[in-house]
């Protein structure tokens, strides 16, 4: 009777120390996260503020010197160089709000889904529907981790599916927040596609889990491809 009374503490014990080194592996893999996007919120910053304003300012003193002159070599020189700085600036930019638009910290997740549609559907020629139902006020990390996972779903129906419509669904329910992408492009195995790591599904299924949501996929080749994020409101 002792026997089997210090074998059952033993296993608490056990247990116990296991799930809090499970709640320590979370804390830390969310830590890691937010670490990385606010090196991504600098950079972003860096690169608008810094090389952006410093390329709008060379652009301006070029066009000032090819105005200075007449002769034309010297100015079609200048108009080109004009040009590449022009270009090299929207490039800057874009990488800028790749990286994390601002709009995410000043508006919040609804607004900046809505750029993100508008923007991936227009650099991919696309049509991109958007349903967001009125959401419950949300904690930055999870607003992050939506906007990851929505951009990494329509930057892939853009790059992989050669779908001509994408439809991104929120809406929030018994304490739930589901994010879906649809799309009718040509479908894939959703099991190999979710194997993949880094910043792709796997990567952001991973990062569902540490808040403690899921990712699935329901796709087959020639009937589009669905994903469904789903993530408790109240993820701490
Ligand atoms: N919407 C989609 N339509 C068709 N194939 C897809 C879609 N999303 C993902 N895939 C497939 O799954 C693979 C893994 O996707 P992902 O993890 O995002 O990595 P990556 O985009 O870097 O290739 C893709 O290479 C593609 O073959
Ligand atoms: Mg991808």
Redesign the pocket.
């Known amino acids: 009777m002792d026997d089997l009374r210090e074998l059952r503490r033993e296993y608490e014990a056990l247990l116990d120390r296991l799930q809090r080194n499970e709640r320590e592996f979370r804390r830390l893999g969310r830590a890691v996260w937010r670490v990385q996007e606010d090196e991504r919120r600098r950079l972003a910053r860096d690169l608008h503020d810094g090389i952006g304003q410093n390329l709008t300012a060379l652009k301006h003193r070029l066009s000032q010197l090819g105005e200075a002159t007449d002769d034309p070599d010297v100015r079609s020189g200048l108009a080109a160089a004009v040009q590449l700085c022009a270009d090299t600036l929207e490039d800057t930019r874009e990488l800028s709000r790749l990286l994390r638009p601002p709009i995410l910290d000043d508006l919040g997740l609804e607004a900046a889904l809505r750029w993100l549609a508008r923007s991936v559907g227009e650099s991919a020629g696309i049509e991109v529907g958007v349903e967001i139902e009125p959401l419950p006020a949300l904690d930055g990390d999870l607003q992050t981790l939506l906007f990851r996972v929505a951009q990494?779903?329509l930057?892939?129906?853009a790059?992989?599916?050669q779908?001509s419509q994408v439809l991104l669904r929120v809406v929030a329910r018994a304490g739930l927040l589901q994010l879906q992408v649809v799309?009718d492009?040509?479908?894939?195995d959703p099991d190999?596609?979710?194997r993949?790591g880094?910043s792709?599904?796997?990567?952001m299924r991973e990062r569902l889990r540490l808040y403690d949501g899921r990712l699935d996929m329901h796709?087959a080749p020639g009937e589009g491809?669905r994903?469904r994020a789903v993530v408790p409101l109240d993820a701490r």
């Not at 492009?185 to 894939?188: A, H, I, L, P």
């Not at 792709?200 to 990567?203: A, E, I, T």
Request: net charge neutral; charged share 15%; aromatic share 0%.
């Open positions: 990494e779903a930057n892939n129906a790059k992989h599916a779908a799309d492009g040509r479908g894939c190999a596609a979710l993949s880094g792709g599904l796997g990567g796709s491809t994903l």
